[in-house]
């Protein structure tokens, strides 16, 4: 079983920033791959980020490409996404997620969801 709660969602100005972050509870984090999602209003949920818990390469959605990062913090068990550069096109819950195996860009092929928080980049 795993758990997720987000935090770090807000209001921010386009170009701006903000840092979300996941704290996660596990048996173990090994296995696990960690990814962010988001939601606008009206559409469907989208991949935004993902990378495996015990490190490596980190993968992303074309649209945040060099301007998201993702990263863990192994002693806090946290799982971050600094969003720099922030556009209004960017506003929508996001979602943190976890699967064990490999890293994939499908929010069905993810078991275990934080319960969101909400970002809204003003113009």
């Known amino acids: 079983q795993v758990q997720l709660v987000e935090s770090g969602g807000g209001l921010v100005q386009a170009g701006g920033s903000l840092r979300l972050s996941c704290a996660a509870s596990?048996?173990?984090?090994?296995?696990?791959?960690m990814g962010w999602f988001r939601q606008a209003p009206g559409k469907e949920r989208e991949f935004v980020a993902a990378m495996y818990w015990r490190g490596g390469s980190t993968y992303y959605a074309d649209s945040v490409k060099g301007r998201f990062t993702i990263s863990r913090d192994n002693v806090k068990n946290t799982v971050y996404l600094q969003m720099n550069s922030l556009k209004p096109e960017d506003t929508a819950v996001y979602s943190c997620?976890?699967?064990?195996?490999?890293?994939?860009?499908?929010?069905?092929?993810?078991?275990?969801w934080g319960q969101g928080t909400q970002v809204t980049v003003s113009s």
């Open positions: 997620a976890a699967r064990e195996g490999y890293i994939w860009r499908d929010p069905s092929d993810y078991n275990y």
């Open positions: 596990a048996r173990t984090f090994s296995s696990l791959v």
